[in-house]
């Protein structure tokens, strides 16, 4: 039977455009001696195969399992059909179907071939800014519609020449059907202005020779423009960058003051690994993750002061560190060779700039020179940010670049359940869309915090952008409960707008359902910890600290925090003394806070303010990191989000290990942290180091968590555990907080 000639029908589904998926199945059909045809479709990809059966079989294995690393493979099926007797195998050119499907791969790291090829001075692209192939380039950020083909891309603008033609067509090599192929002849290249817009090194010239000298020079002169203290904008893959030296303090002060941005810290770029392990310590993973195709921002734990400015990441014992991903970035780092500051093109809080002309308008009062192309951006793609845990906990900071918009496949329950189309529009802060339609969710990129016009229509626009780029009208449109965000009230405009229900959706349950759909665990009763800093409760009340047991769809509120006051609402968010001040106040410890907060002008005031209730409650975990890292004296304003809180876990770092833990009590469901303050100004009294009153906290906090679950586990007899919100950002608290749960059973 082996020997009898059968064919298939087979549809592929995932990431599988733009990755190279077609010439690899056509180098194992042939290989196989199998014979048909593979195309495009945006459905995903489709195959006829037809040769002796065992043969098929093992093409199919391969399918499953050897598929390029860019790609990600969700479904495979087969169906037997008629022999046709094709003679050869060929690659047919793309259809269309009615039903889309999400199958564009995100924006990819420069790949080897690339990087080699680039300072090759022999080969055709040496030195050119915008090398590419199917495994490396711009993908996302340049695509209009699918399916992922160039005249639906912004490179359509740009006529291939013979020589990328050919590479084009060639199914051998592995810039067949790399949409954005181009080299010095044909395609994109850059452009230095000044801040007023006038031209320093824009005369392109004709032949392809002088055009890579102008190339040079022009990385060249930017260089020096760097060394000598300037900062750039620089139009990347996903939106432009401001560039500078990080190792000279007036410099990075000067970007802090005309970005108005404080004390948050700035990414760094550096020129190669080994740079990056002279000034940070690396891990496996951490390594691992720099040199993947998502080439992320990763966070590391500092190893020497020296040689990067104070004033790239103040107060902070880690740095965010990434290599050039793009030809442009590598051209520039060999150049430059020293750190770079490398940080989104913005003021504070609004999205990044993708076109010309926005950024010459919005960055004139921060850049001094502006490094462009005229390859155009479609969309907006900020770098991503990953952190490792000192336990090999890996967290993603922010999902965008290299990620998405990868699909996130709802298995499980819905693994053959067709869902309705539903669109998702996000929270106030930090703020991303997503859409599900079947069993899929499109998460977008990072949008930021819908504070300012700019970020509201980002917001508005990455909706439309989706619901238009996925052909998709969605039933349901879910928002947060909070009536005044920003997301919540354009969800109500939109669900009248296309006709679509509204379903309001509580911040902590919505939290906890995130994560049992990524990890396909649906169909599971679990509880759920979402622990952040502000979350609007079913009862109107600010929550936090959030203890649900989750069933069947619906959530019971089992545990969460005593109230905390807010005293000056949400000043107190930015002002954390105000929080101190309540927390000693509701301890009964009225003198400590002269003691503590005497130097503050405005006590006496807040003071007065407690005592005449007028004051916001919030039961935010996130607050009491806050209110605690006052308390110690080691942060009374937050001047980015979660800074308190940041600079508190920091100080646990510098002390020695110890078991010791606060009192609490609970009663009902309800958590009493004014015994952990009392403790910990006993201990301040005691003269304790801050390390070891931070460390004390975070165990007590770490021992609060497994203290509630255990309590939920025996009441409702569930073993799943679901962990989600800001707070587990915090390293130890996530580390620790894993270890003691496996440790009960969980």
């Known amino acids: ?20 998926f077609r010439p690899f199945v056509y180098r194992n059909a042939k290989k196989l001696g199998l014979k048909g045809w593979v195309k495009n479709d945006s459905k995903g990809v489709y195959i006829e195969i037809e040769g002796r059966l065992e043969s098929i079989e093992k093409f199919l294995e391969i399918l499953k399992r050897n598929y390029p690393k860019v790609a990600e493979v969700f479904s495979i099926s087969a169906t037997e059909v008629k022999v046709l007797g094709d003679r050869d195998f060929i690659i047919l050119p793309s259809t269309v179907s009615e039903e889309k499907f999400p199958v564009i791969p995100p924006d990819i790291g420069i790949c080897e071939e690339c990087k080699e090829e680039l300072f090759s001075p022999e080969n055709k692209r040496f030195l050119y800014p915008f090398i590419n192939c199917t495994n490396c380039g711009p993908r996302f950020s340049i695509v209009n519609d699918v399916p992922y083909d160039r005249f639906n891309t912004s490179m359509n603008e740009f006529k291939m020449c013979d020589f990328c033609e050919f590479e084009y067509n060639d199914i051998e090599n592995r810039r067949f059907h790399a949409q954005p192929v181009a080299c010095f002849e044909c395609g994109p290249h850059i452009e230095l202005f000044d801040a007023t817009g006038n031209s320093v090194f824009s005369f392109y010239p004709q032949d392809e020779m002088s055009r890579r000298k102008y190339t040079k020079d022009l990385i060249s002169v930017v260089s020096s423009l760097i060394l000598q203290g300037s900062i750039i904008a620089l139009k990347g893959i996903g939106g432009f960058q401001l560039v500078c030296r990080a190792d000279d303090d007036s410099v990075v002060r000067t970007l802090r003051l005309r970005k108005r941005r404080e004390e948050k810290p700035f990414a760094l770029m550096f020129r190669s690994l080994e740079d990056i392990k002279e000034f940070c310590f690396v891990s496996k993973k951490e390594e691992e993750i720099i040199l993947s195709y998502v080439s992320p921002i990763v966070i590391l734990r500092k190893k020497r002061s020296s040689g990067i400015s104070e004033f790239v990441s103040p107060g902070n014992p880690f740095l965010g560190c990434m290599l050039p991903y793009s030809p442009l970035h590598l051209l520039l780092m060999e150049e430059v060779k020293v750190p770079i500051v490398c940080t989104s093109g913005n003021l504070s809080d609004e999205p990044i700039c993708i076109d010309n002309g926005e950024a010459f308008d919005r960055l004139k009062n921060i850049a001094d020179y502006f490094l462009v192309h005229n390859r155009k951006i479609v969309r907006h793609v900020d770098d991503s940010v990953i952190k490792v845990t000192p336990k090999g906990n890996e967290i993603i900071i922010r999902r965008a670049r290299g990620f998405v918009p990868k699909p996130i496949l709802l ?315 800001g707070v587990f950002q915090n390293s130890f608290i996530l580390d620790s907080t894993l270890e003691k749960l496996k440790g009960e059973g969980f």
């Open 411 to 725: 298995e499980g329950v819905f693994h053959s359940t067709s869902l309705p189309p539903t669109l998702a529009v996000g929270g106030h802060l930090k703020n991303t869309i997503a859409l599900s339609f079947k069993n899929f969710v499109i998460v977008s990129q990072h949008i930021g915090d819908l504070e300012t016009f700019e970020s509201v229509k980002a917001f508005e626009r990455s909706i439309r952008d989706f619901m238009k780029f996925y052909d998709v009208k969605p039933e349901y449109v879910v928002c947060d409960l909070h009536p005044d965000y920003v997301s919540t009230q354009f969800a109500e405009s939109i669900s009248k707008e296309i006709g679509a229900n509204l379903i309001r959706l509580q911040h902590h349950f919505a939290h906890i359902l995130s994560v049992m759909a990524e990890n396909s665990i649906m169909d599971c009763d679990v509880i759920g910890v979402a622990w952040d800093g502000t979350g609007f409760g079913t009862d109107g009340e600010i929550w936090g600290s959030e203890f649900l047991f989750v069933s069947k769809g619906n959530f019971e509120r089992m545990f969460h925090f005593l109230p905390i006051p807010l005293i000056g609402g949400e000043k107190a968010i930015k002002e954390v003394y105000r929080i101190g001040i309540g927390l000693l106040l509701s301890s009964n410890l009225e003198e400590e806070v002269s003691e503590f907060f005497g130097d503050v002008e405005s006590f006496r005031y807040i003071v007065k303010m407690y005592n005449s209730n007028f004051y916001l409650k919030s039961c935010g975990a996130g607050r009491l990191f806050d209110g605690i890292s006052s308390i110690l004296g080691i942060s009374r304003y937050s001047n980015f989000e979660g800074q308190a809180a940041m600079q508190l876990e920091f100080s646990l770092y510098s002390s020695e290990s110890i078991q010791e833990e606060y009192e609490y009590s609970i009663s009902g469901n309800t958590i009493d942290w004014r015994n952990i303050v009392l403790g910990v100004v006993n201990d301040i009294k005691k003269g304790l180091p801050k390390g070891v009153i931070s460390l004390k906290f975070h165990r007590t906090m770490v021992k609060v968590i497994v203290d509630c679950v255990l309590r939920i586990s025996k009441i409702k007899n569930c073993n799943n555990v679901v962990l989600s919100g």
């Open 1 to 20: 039977m082996s020997g009898e000639v059968s064919r298939f029908f087979i549809e592929v589904k995932g990431l599988v455009e733009g990755v190279g």
